[in-house]
């Protein structure tokens, strides 16, 4: 299971405030509307990808096929991601 812990830095502090047009209900995560999408998110979202496929492999262990359902994209899709994440099936085989 991929708990708030396993994200490390990738989620924001939730301390931080930023000037904010936009907030959740509970005022947790604020966003400046200001900036273009890619300065607010930055890499954020790719190692939060990154993590999650990382994490449904695992539990799936290894299998390609049900790893994809379980996250909702074809195969192909996982693999490519796995290739653009370097996410390489062997590593798995060792758990």
């Known amino acids: 299971m991929l708990t708030v812990e396993d994200l490390g830095d ?3 502090d939730r301390t931080t405030r930023v000037s904010t047009r936009h907030s959740t209900e509970n005022g ?11 300065e607010t998110v930055g890499g954020k979202l790719v190692e939060l990808e990154r993590l999650y ?4 492999l695992r539990e799936n262990k290894r299998k390609i096929i ?3 359902a379980h ?23 060792q758990e």
């Open 10 to 12: 990738v989620l924001p």
């Open 28 to 38: 947790a995560l604020t966003i400046d509307a200001s900036l273009g999408l890619k």
């Open 53 to 56: 496929l990382d994490q449904v």
């Open 66 to 68: 049900n790893s994809a």
């Open 71 to 93: 996250a909702g994209i074809s195969r192909r899709t996982l693999q490519r991601k796995m290739s653009n994440y370097q996410l390489d099936k062997a590593q798995y085989k």
